[in-house]
């Protein structure tokens, strides 16, 4: 069964530091989405792309955070100078449908950030 | 603002018990409800719903759409331990999903 791989696992930066994390949707998908959960907090939204914009954002994506898909296959997620509150599990996920499909969730980035 | 509720927040049940598991929301632009399992990390998908009073099933898991009273629910009948997770609620407006707290389920044996 086809699925949403994400490296690495868990990552541990200081700080002040870049981050990128790294997603390989679902080869036949072409929406793809970035989520975060802090631990014990619900699910929240970050970012929505399709063919090669961003669909749509939330308020936690500021200018800090941006996405890039650099080729067929990755589809990343960097944030530019971490902070404290930036530690959380990322989730990326992806749709072959926009709304109507369900997104598929890859297993999550844990990002501390100390 | 898009909002998801979920309840109970937590259940703790026997096996063999059945549990209903409740999501109301308020979204401006709604395609659909999902029902989403987490277990360790990634929510796996159960069930999309998109029209009202038709019933997914899938084994002992069923759930069901009121698309005028904005709410759905999960039922699991026959729970087995391994049913034990947090039962997420997710509405998607097109190019987002906008999740509840989940409800954290534990059955005991």
């Known amino acids: 069964e086809p699925e949403v791989t994400q490296t690495p696992s868990h990552q541990v930066t200081q700080m002040g530091q870049e981050v990128i994390l790294r997603c390989v949707p679902i080869?036949?998908?072409?929406?793809f989405y970035w989520y975060r959960q802090i631990l014990g907090q619900k699910v929240e939204f970050l970012v929505s792309f399709y063919n090669n914009e961003i669909s749509e954002k939330s308020e936690i994506f500021d200018d800090q955070f941006s996405v890039e898909r650099p080729d067929g296959s990755n589809f990343t997620l960097k944030i530019r100078s971490t902070k404290l509150e930036d530690s959380a599990m990322y989730f990326c996920?992806?749709?072959?449908?926009?709304?109507?499909?369900?997104?598929?969730f890859g297993p999550g980035t844990r990002l501390t950030v100390t | 603002e898009d909002k998801v509720v979920q309840s109970p927040l937590s259940l703790v049940v026997h096996e063999g018990d059945t549990v209903t598991l409740n999501c109301s929301y308020e979204v401006t632009n709604f395609r659909s409800l999902l029902w989403y399992k987490q277990e360790k990390k990634a929510p796996t998908f159960l069930f999309m719903l998109?029209?009202?009073?038709i019933e997914k099933k899938s084994g002992r898991l069923s759930s069901i759409l009121d698309k005028k009273e904005l709410f759905s629910i999960l039922n699991i009948t026959a729970t087995q331990t391994g049913d034990s997770a947090v039962y997420l609620c997710?509405?998607?407006?097109?190019?987002?999903?906008?999740f509840g707290a989940g409800t954290i389920l534990r059955v005991k044996s």
């Open positions: 080869s036949n998908h072409l929406y």
């Open positions: 998109t029209s009202s009073g």
């Open positions: 996920a992806s749709s072959g449908n926009r709304g109507q499909g369900w997104q598929y």
């Open positions: 997710a509405v998607s407006t097109g190019n987002k999903l906008v």
